[in-house]
């Protein structure tokens, strides 16, 4: 089977999963538990497939496109961390690996209800902001092996923080007694613009196919909504949407009930998105600031040029550095903490996609 | 006096010794942070980025405004590096603050605890275990020997107590992070001092003894540095850029001393500099009084540059031959005299028309045109390829390789100098092994009292640790259930 099969499965399994996790919140029969971390797993091996065979495929032209590479060099060339698809694909193999982990280690399969939507999130941004899912020649610039490394602690560190992310989102609607507590309404607003934005690029998505204009997805961010040149539609579309996070916020913490009298303990979440940020962190700041400062150096001569894409990284880690400050030396706990991890997660995806589509960065991946 | 001078001096020490403020100060470069990455930092992108976001009216207002608060270069204004230095002070100050209490804890030795102080610990546990005092205590020391403590003793009446302690020097793993973070401050300044970045162009076979920083400043080398060439690679069959490569060499006192092909995440360094593959381009700039010579395919410079061509007979010797436009070689033991006739950059074909025409100016797909003259025959031209061998082999199997056109690219390469980065990369180290040491790696401190009753012993056992508690507990249990056994000849459960 090619690549995109596998990939197309483990997709629907773990959409599958993701409703068994969910029902398993409301329902709490041990039955669809086992269900749900099943049905994850038979994803996680076939999207595990689904990149060996992309890897291979891509050794394949690789060494066709340049015969005189060696052995290890053809391997780590064609590794499938290429392009902004890769590694977004990479990201959510590594978040179904660390909720493996965390379900296998906790004994709790409540928070696949709060990680599978995070993976499926990025999922769903793939397929509906356009992105190329070919395999490419590599651009000059990115034939290292400082950025492979790069690329690949930098996305078990995101992914880490995703499910940091999505243990603090359920400790948020755990402990919140009434809509109006800073916390929750903090919380329900961020999760309202991420479905806002992410469903305002499905429509440009699904405009711009339909109008067959050969425009670059990318220069057409937001421009079937918010930036339409019709403005009563651009009115429309910022009103829709703020009646749209009201909503979240209206009935996010209708969660609350299904959620209560689950083994979901609030500690657990607490320590649960304290630990994957202590995971997170290291391997981010190796990965993601560290090497890739070394990479700036090899291929351009600096390895600190503030650009936007290394400022937002920067900017991540200095966030994430005030949660473990904040929480192992000035004691913070609970909501103050949860909210630290939560603007954390946005400034990843932030440094992410965001330097990507909002502000024209240099970085490579931005412009292939 | 003095008491008020040394109560301002603990005022200062105490606030930056904060922890509070190092939340703020944190806080505060990433939230200031961002307005670098929105605003360009170039002043005519700046102005049009306003020109777009507020109108062309109010741009040129906003844009003084920005200048005022130093938006445009933003990371090196004033009160950005003001913050850097708040964050520095602030880092090493509380770090000092902190680290006595840290070495005294480190130096402290264990001592054995009261019954009721072990049941209070982190993690404590009890249970009882069949068996002579001497027997389980045998156990507990193979077993703590066996998880790398090195135990210590104490007797009272009735009791035997196993005290130890391992990692504590792990407490230090924060302080190296956080030395590790003042070092690439001090890299940084090194570099910034001593370092420059400039950049070079180079035509092809030209030879240069200095360099230009970004402000136009001229940096004189002590050595020359020459181009041989420059070329750039394409994936087969597409125009995707495969490599872009440049054959460097380093010239000092007119000796040759240094030849490297230097390509993206390939640089070379000699005596501290090094020359990064940064971009290329058109040479011709650099040279104004070029005549040209105008075909239908472009405009092909008279007297600059060379065509480079590899020429072998059918079964023969191969031999480079280089030439100028307008040149003739001949083929040798042929009889067959060729000339350079036309050049394309980029040959395509219309597919339309089916005629040949040139695409684009950069050197994508170049092609020379020569004209073959043999003996008693009629001449005919041919178009040879650069990118398909196919187009080599003339009539009689004789070949014509295209190489180049070489001469008309230059390379554009970034120069810089940055002794500092060293220190950098040493930051980096310490700071991967900090970072390890402070998450991964944990103080554990252990207490194993043994209370003798008949025919058994009653053992509790507590302990604290830094980090995962999860973990230490499960070595604790682990220790208690491995003796048990051990002692009893069975499980305990
Ligand atoms: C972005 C910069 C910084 C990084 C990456 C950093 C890193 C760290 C790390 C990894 C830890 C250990 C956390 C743990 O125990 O698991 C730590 C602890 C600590 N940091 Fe920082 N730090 C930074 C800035 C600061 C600043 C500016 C201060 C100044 C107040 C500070 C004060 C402390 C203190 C007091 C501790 C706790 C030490 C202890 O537990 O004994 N840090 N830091």
Known sequence: MSSSNFYNISNLLYFIAMAAYISYVGFKTR??????????????????????????????????????????????????????????????????????????????????????????????????????????????????????????????????????????????????????????????????????????????????????????????????????????????????????????????????????????????????????????????TIGGVIMGAIWANSAWGTYWSWDPKETWSLITWFVYAVYLHARLVAGWKGKKAAILSIIGFVAVIFTYLGVNLVLSGLHSYGSS | MKDKDNNIFYAVWNLFASIKLAIVVLLLLAVTSIVGTVVPQEADKAIEFLADVAGENNAPAIYNLFVTLDFIDMYHSWWFKLLLVLFSVNLLVCSLDKLPRIWHIIQTPVHPLGE?????????????????????????????????????????????????????????????????????????????????????????????????????????????????????????????????????????????????????????????IT????????????????????????????????????????????????????????????????????FSPALGRDPRSGNLYTFDDQMLNPAVAIEIKEEGKNAYTGWFLKRDPGTWIIPGGHKIEFVEFWGLEYTGLQVSKDPGVWIIYLACIIMTLGLYVAFFMSHKRIWIMLLNEKNSVRVLAGGSATKNRLAFEQEIESILSKTSEAVEGRSRK
């Open chain 2, 116 to 272: 009721q102080a072990i049941k209070n610990l982190q993690v404590s546990r009890e249970i009882k275990i069949k068996g002579s005092l001497q027997e389980v205590k045998d156990g507990f020391l193979n077993n703590l020997k066996a998880g790398r403590y090195i135990p210590l003793e104490a007797t009272d009446a009735g009791s035997v107590q196993f005290y130890s302690q391992k990692g504590r020097y792990t407490r230090l793993g924060v302080y190296v992070v956080h030395l590790s973070i003042l070092l690439i401050f001090v890299g940084a300044l090194v570099g910034f001092q001593f370092g420059f970045d400039g950049q070079l162009n180079l035509p092809e076979g030209t030879t240069s003894s200095s360099v230009y920083t970004f402000d136009g400043e001229r940096i004189d080398l002590d050595f020359l540095i020459r181009c041989n060439w420059y070329e750039t690679t394409y994936y087969k069959e597409s125009f995707r850029p495969q490599e872009f490569e440049s054959e460097l060499v380093i010239i000092e006192d007119g000796k040759e001393v240094m030849r490297k092909i230097v390509e993206v995440n390939d640089p070379l360094t000699y005596k501290g």
């Open chain 1, 31 to 284: 039955g669809i538990a086992l269900a749900a971390s099943g049905i994850t797993i038979a994803g996680f091996i076939s999207h595990t497939l689904s990149m060996a065979v992309r890897w291979a495929d891509s050794h394949v032209f690789w060494v066709s496109a340049v015969p005189t590479s060696g052995t290890v060099e053809a391997l780590l060339r064609s590794a499938p961390l290429r392009n902004l698809f890769e590694s977004l694909n990479f990201f959510v193999w590594a978040l179904i690996a660390f909720h493996l982990i965390i379900e296998f280690k906790y004994k709790n399969r409540s928070l696949g209800a709060f990680v599978l939507p995070v993976a499926a999130l990025a999922l769903a941004f793939i397929d509906v902001s356009g992105m190329s899912k070919e395999i490419e020649p590599l651009v000059p610039a990115l034939q290292s092996n400082w950025l492979l490394f790069h690329v690949f602690l930098s996305f078990i560190g995101y992914a880490a923080f995703g499910v940091s992310f999505g243990a603090a989102v359920a400790y948020l609607i755990t402990v919140t007694e009434s809509r109006n507590e800073k916390p929750y309404i903090f919380g329900s607003i961020v999760i309202g613009i991420f479905l806002v934005v992410l469903i305002a690029m499905g429509i440009d998505f699904l405009t711009l196919t339909a109008s067959q204009r050969g425009e670059l997805l990318q220069s057409y961010f937001l421009k079937a909504t918010f930036k339409n040149s019709s403005g009563l539609i651009a009115v429309a579309s910022y009103i829709i949407s703020l009646a749209f996070v009201a909503a979240v916020w209206r009935f996010g913490l209708g969660l609350k009930k299904v959620l209560e009298g689950l083994a979901l303990n609030k500690n657990t979440l607490d320590e649960i998105t304290y630990k994957s940020i202590a995971v997170g962190f290291p391997l981010f």
């Open chain 2, 275 to 342: 020359f990064y593959q940064a971009n290329y381009g058109s040479a011709l700039q650099f040279y104004p009084n070029i005549n040209f010579y105008q075909s239908n395919y472009g405009k092909i410079p008279v007297g600059l540059g060379e065509f480079i061509l590899k020429v072998a007979p059918a079964g023969g010797q191969e031999q480079a031959v280089r030439l100028k436009f307008g040149e003739a070689f001949d083929i040798p033991g042929t009889g067959i005299k060729a000339t350079v006739v036309d």
